[in-house]
């Protein structure tokens, strides 16, 4: 009975439905494309790190990184998830189909890529919106970071300036994938 109790335990945790009336729990569009998708079913118990990308900005080469650490840790439970935004100074102005070849094209960016969204505060998207919430800063300008616990949690929000290998960003990845 002991074990029986002990395996529905891990099942409920690690199981999509875990994540229902989570941060995880929104439905977003991938980017040029039609299909919707739920985070808190496609990506439950992996570590993720949330962008807000931009194609037009100093910070657009963070792409690179992005893509490596996606594909150095993606095999470990880790997962990259870009949310181009156009709210600093109009630095993702195209369509979805324009940004979509632009990474793929520039950057061969392999990672999770969802529709357009607004992050800034007062006019974020929900999600952004709670994503200030658990870590105390809206996107402060493109490519914040928030990093995301296999719980669905927010460990760590990283600024635009970090790069995808800083340090601590690195660190606090490993712990995550090892917890």
């Not at 439970?77 to 195209?94: A, H, I, T, W, Y």
């Not at 990672?111 to 800034?120: D, L, R, S």
């Amino acid at each position: 009975m002991r074990k029986l109790l002990g395996a529905l335990a891990i099942m409920t945790i690690t199981s999509p439905a875990a994540f229902a009336g989570s941060l995880l729990d929104q439905d977003f569009r991938r980017l040029a494309s039609d299909e919707v998708v739920n985070l808190g079913d496609e990506y439950a118990g992996k570590v993720i790190l949330v962008v807000n990308t931009a194609s037009k900005c100093g910070n657009t080469p963070q792409y690179e990184g992005l893509e490596k650490l996606y594909e150095e840790y993606g095999d470990k439970g880790f997962v990259v998830l870009g949310f181009p935004s156009n709210d600093f100074m109009g630095q993702e102005p195209g369509t979805e189909e324009e940004i979509q070849e632009f990474c793929r094209l520039t950057y061969k960016v392999k990672f999770p890529m969802f529709e357009k969204v607004t992050v800034k505060k007062g006019d974020a998207h929900p999600f952004f919106d709670e994503l200030a919430a658990a870590s105390g800063t809206y996107p402060t300008w493109n490519f914040q970071k928030y990093l995301i616990g296999k719980d669905g949690e927010v460990i760590d929000a990283f600024s635009p300036r970090t790069q995808p290998y800083d340090d601590k960003l690195i660190e606090e990845l490993r712990a995550a994938l090892e917890g």
